[in-house]
């Protein structure tokens, strides 16, 4: 991987409902173990929504209102990896992070330095 740390953010709405706080637990767990099985490093975030859509986070709130629009509630959590959304509406298992964030890597390693 380039010297540029990933940053894996999780967009929960624990801020709508807190009994999904045990699924953000979860999810970032796997994520922590994907990338023990990747040898990679990453900034990991779990933040909520109305963090995420009153512009306290940097996430594009284009992007997930768009989701919104289309899926409703059912899009959470969603997982943004360096911005981009990659996954979501549910908790994948460890084998496919690994699969999402190896490509995001890969994608990263292979981009031209800014």
Do not use: H
């Amino acid at each position: 991987m380039s010297a540029k740390k990933m940053n894996i953010t999780v967009l929960s709405l624990t801020c709508c409902n807190s009994k999904l706080a045990a699924y953000d637990q979860q999810y970032a767990s796997k994520i922590k173990e994907a990338l023990t099985k990747l040898n990679l490093d990453a900034k990991l975030e779990v933040t909520s929504a109305t963090d995420a859509l009153f512009g306290l986070k940097v996430l594009d709130p284009k992007k997930i209102w768009e989701l919104f629009d289309k899926y409703g509630t059912a899009i959470a959590p969603v997982l943004f990896i360096n911005g981009e959304v990659t996954l979501y509406g549910g908790v994948p298992s460890v084998d496919r992070l690994v699969e999402v964030i190896g490509k995001a890597a890969n994608k990263e390693a292979s981009s031209p330095p800014p």
